[in-house]
């Protein structure tokens, strides 16, 4: 029981840096959302979005996180 709290523990922690990350790219103006390959289609009364590019680079990102991490927790 004692791994899963330090689990959760581990991912608050990661969860509270993405989240300040993000506050602080909004605050740059990074274009996190609106990247080119990000399609927006809008209707009379609807709005669809679909963050294909920005969905991919944060794939990249994490991966490479997560790679990193588990290299040197070995």
């Given at each position: ?9 581990v991912f608050?922690?990661?969860?509270a ?34 963050p294909?590019?920005?969905s ?6 994490l ?12």
């Open positions: 029981m004692a791994e899963l709290g330090k689990m959760l523990v608050g922690i990661l969860l840096v993405v989240g300040m990350v993000l506050i602080a790219g909004g605050r740059a103006h990074l274009p996190i959302g609106r990247l080119p390959g990000d399609f927006i289609w809008r209707g009379k009364h609807s709005v669809v979005y679909f294909l590019a920005t991919i680079v944060l794939s990249i990102v991966t490479l996180l997560f790679w990193l991490i588990g290299r040197f927790t070995r």
